[in-house]
């Protein structure tokens, strides 16, 4: 027996015993194993949002560190939505709004730079600054904003999902959040991960109020080299 779908038949048989094909039948996702081995690869590959993360945990504890990768994932929902309902195309057409966000987002991180060299509660031990000094909120938020803010990311969307979602497919809000939500949860552990091994890492440095003291000047120097980096971002 064969159906239609997206002008096509299908195999009703075939598809029951194939799993890929009842998800491409399901949501318009084609290669979805594919799809699934090139995100993994690509959450791997060190970017923006590992740096953050990485500094938040060295800097301010395993819980700043986690929380920052919740943040980030969150951020990157927000772009899926709006890779789906197609908005983020505005943002790739647009070099004036292009250059807002890309703006917005460097004066944020070289924000979080600035306070991160100028906060003098940072310089206190690690158990100090994960109970009572840090604000697991704000860290948060923060998280959200510097992913939010980097038009890059948007671009990423609409250039990579794309390639995964059946062509003939009309609708395509189904895979779009489909595939992100995948990209994002793997996104996610990937940098729970790090944000857990980081700070076990430099925790028992960071009870040497001295090496605490330059651990903290680094990162927010490192915050202020990303605020430049995302600043230097074209749309290429």
């Known amino acids: 027996m064969k159906i239609q779908y997206c002008g096509k038949p299908w195999s009703l048989a075939v598809m029951l015993q194939d799993p890929v094909n009842q998800l ?3 949501t318009g996702i084609i290669h979805f194993e594919t799809f699934l081995l090139t995100g993994i690869l690509l959450n791997l590959t060190p970017g923006n949002d590992t740096i953050f993360i990485l500094t938040k945990s060295i800097g ?7 929380v920052s990768a919740l943040g980030i994932g969150t951020g990157s929902i927000v772009h899926t939505i709006l890779a789906a309902f197609g908005l983020s195309i505005i943002i790739a057409k647009s070099i004036l709004l292009f250059n807002i966000i890309k703006f917005a987002g460097a004066a944020y991180l070289l924000y979080i730079g600035f306070k991160m060299l100028t906060d003098k509660s940072q310089l ?3 158990n100090i600054i994960s109970s009572s000094s840090a604000d697991y909120w704000k860290i948060y938020r923060d998280g959200i904003f510097t992913n939010v803010l980097n038009p890059k990311v948007a671009l990423f969307f609409i250039a990579f999902l794309p390639q995964f979602i059946d062509p003939t497919l009309k609708n395509t809000i189904l895979p779009f959040i489909t595939l992100g939500t995948t990209f994002i949860l ?3 552990i990937w940098c729970l991960i790090l944000a857990t091994f980081a ?3 430099f925790s028992k440095l960071k009870t040497n109020k001295k090496v605490s003291t330059w651990i903290n000047k680094i990162c927010g120097l490192t915050m202020i080299g990303l605020g430049i980096k995302v600043a230097l971002t074209d749309r290429k």
Not at 60 to 66: D, E, F, R
């Open 124 to 126: 206190k031990t690690d």
């Open 186 to 188: 793997t996104g996610t």
């Open 199 to 201: 700070s076990a890492i």
């Open 60 to 66: 301010q504890g395993k819980k700043a560190g986690i």
């Open 24 to 26: 491409n039948f399901m």
